[in-house]
């Protein structure tokens, strides 16, 4: 049998034009296939433009506390494209290995027979056509791209579907309209099925309710009929059935406190009826890699001068920026740093947007070049935008030389908060260079 990558590699000549959103090439296939999504476990169906990742982790962790066998599906991967597919056992989940993959690509293939197809479509037909095979208790599906359109969008019947913060993003296939955008992802809601639906904006969250009006689909609300909070070094969350008192969330940020509310409502409110102590483990015992993580170790952390903190994280658009921005600020309230970023983008997103929140916070930016097999801005060119928003920035061949740059730039004064930051696949290649982090 071939390579994983050469299999991987011809999936993707299948179908070479740009992504076009629909859903008929994927429904043919899982009609061939016997209809995978009617026999995989219970689903929770996750959209949003931000948080999707982090709060798909919470509910693996809180479920997995339980004792309950999770399938994961989530994109994009940062090292291995295995991470897209985690199968659900006792114990723990685990990212499926080459050779389950590689007899699941041969099935999808011969099935599909050279249709032409997406990536991502082929993609989510492997992981449902898996979570069939290999018995758990639920399914967790991130969408990829918008909602209605995604090759997700096939399950029927959801525990429930979950709405993060909805925000600018994909405009070339989503439009420029918060409100069309909010449509968009609202089109995963499902007739008499729970949303669950995390901070929005006024208007996206009128257009989702219209949605779930017309659809029969009970909401349960940030705001409304769930909060969260951090006090006194705790979050404080709440709905109608009462407070809780949990430990913080063990991922940094504020963010994460309305991340991990959110996937504390949708367990309560798809009827799941975990213990307390499963939502208090899975808070302490979270994973997300290269969302707000602190690197600790590794060949390019050992670059940065002595004590610098380095953190990474894959967020890429305006809302992501104020998010990493108020991070970053929030640390440097318990201990300044200055802030130094390195920074790649793809040519498809907004860097001036995701650059302004840093303005006088960040002392300066490094841009350097994403992965060659993506469409990245230039560095130099990158940078010109990162001046324009108000924030000093240099081109760098790569994320080596910014940090020695950094080394060199900081000797004899206080070490720096470092931040790489603006691509997932940027993340990507930092994990698979700097190398596996402790636990």
């Not at 476990?41 to 798909?56: D, E, L, R, Y």
């Amino acid at each position: 049998m071939p390579s994983l990558e050469a299999m991987l590699a011809g999936l993707q000549s299948l179908h070479p034009r740009l992504i076009d959103l629909s859903l008929d090439r994927i429904s043919g296939l899982l009609e061939r296939l016997g209809r995978p999504q009617d026999r995989m476990p219970p689903a929770i169906h996750v959209a949003g433009t931000n948080g999707k990742g982090s709060t798909t982790a919470f509910l693996r962790a809180m479920l997995e506390a339980s004792g309950a066998r999770v399938h994961v599906y989530t994109s994009p991967h940062l090292v291995r494209f295995n991470e897209r597919i985690r199968l659900g056992r006792a114990g723990g989940g685990r990212i499926v290995d080459d050779e389950t993959l590689r007899d699941a690509i041969a099935e999808i293939e011969r099935v599909n027979a050279g249709e032409p197809i997406t990536f991502f479509e082929v993609t989510t037909a492997l992981a449902l056509h898996l979570y069939a095979e290999h018995p758990a208790d639920y399914a967790l599906i991130e969408v990829g791209l918008g909602g209605r359109f995604d090759a997700t969008n096939v399950i029927d019947h959801p525990l429930a579907s979950v709405i993060t913060p909805v925000s600018y993003d994909h405009a070339e296939f989503l439009g420029d309209e918060l409100t069309g955008i909010a449509a968009e992802k609202a089109g995963i809601l499902k007739r008499g099925r729970p949303g669950i639906i995390g901070p929005q904006d006024e208007h996206a969250m009128a257009m989702i309710q219209l949605e779930a009006d017309a659809l029969r689909a009970p909401l349960f609300k940030h705001g409304e009929d769930w909060t969260s909070h951090r006090e006194r070094g705790r979050l404080v969350y709440q709905d109608l059935d009462g407070l809780l008192d949990l430990p913080l969330p063990r991922l940094e940020g504020g963010h994460q406190i309305d991340n991990a509310g959110l996937a504390i409502a949708t367990v309560r409110r798809a009827g799941l009826n975990l213990p307390l102590a499963a939502i208090e483990r899975g808070l302490a015992e979270v994973e997300w890699p290269g969302r707000m993580q602190r690197l600790k170790s590794g060949p390019l952390v050992a670059l940065a001068p002595p004590d610098s903190d380095v953190w990474l994280d894959g967020g890429h658009n305006p809302a992501a920026g104020i998010v990493l921005a108020t991070a970053m600020a929030e640390m440097a309230d318990r201990v300044p740093r200055p802030l130094v970023m390195i920074t790649g983008m793809l040519t498809t997103k907004d860097p001036h947007g995701f650059f302004q929140p840093f303005a006088d916070l960040a002392r300066h930016v490094m841009t350097v070049p994403v992965p060659d097999s993506h469409a990245g801005f230039e560095p130099a060119q990158l940078a010109a935008v990162a001046m324009d928003a108000g924030v000093p920035a240099r081109a760098y061949p790569n994320v080596r030389a910014a940090m020695l740059a950094i080394a060199e730039n900081f000797k004899g004064e206080v070490a720096p908060r470092i931040l790489i930051c603006g691509s997932l696949y940027l993340a990507g290649l930092v994990l698979k260079e700097n190398g596996p982090q402790p636990v």
